[in-house]
């Protein structure tokens, strides 16, 4: 391991601690949530839409690991500015590339809740996905 994955180590740490847009929106235009029971991670997603679909806040609120939320709050930060089309074409390589560290396949569930719930909020929001569907039955 060199300098630069403690580093990225670091910012998941401080992420986990001090998470970024913390809470929830007073008028979002969708929100999700999603678990992964496999570790008993839980993600609300909150996300304000403009006219054009631009993504202009985003909020979370959680429980669970330290990969689970700082990928929460790195995401919730990554996500402003960007539209919903480029939300719904991340996968789980550009998370992973998010945070910068290796994750073992035993904690990708974790590192892509956040993602995964954004994704479907955003997915029901525009009517492509059932409602019912929750976040875990994939
Ligand atoms: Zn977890």
Redesign the pocket.
């Known amino acids: 391991m060199g300098l630069g994955s403690d580093m990225y180590r670091q910012q998941i740490l401080d992420h986990y601690k001090n998470p970024r847009n913390y809470g929830e929106l007073e008028d979002p235009t969708f929100t999700h949530v999603g678990e ?1 029971p496999m ?3 839980e993600i609300r997603m909150d996300v304000k839409l403009d006219d054009e679909e631009t993504i202009e806040r985003v909020a979370f609120s959680g429980d ?2 330290a ?2 939320q700082a990928s929460a709050s790195m995401l919730s930060s990554k996500l402003q500015g960007t539209t919903v089309e480029e939300l719904l074409e991340m996968d789980r390589d550009d998370v992973i590339d998010m945070l910068g560290v290796d994750i073992s396949p035993m ?1 990708v ?2 590192a892509v809740l956040a993602e995964k719930v954004a994704q479907d909020g955003a997915e029901i929001y525009r009517g492509e996905l059932d409602k019912e569907k929750t976040t875990t039955e994939d």
């Open positions: 992964n570790c008993g991670d669970g690991c990969i689970s904690r569930k974790c």
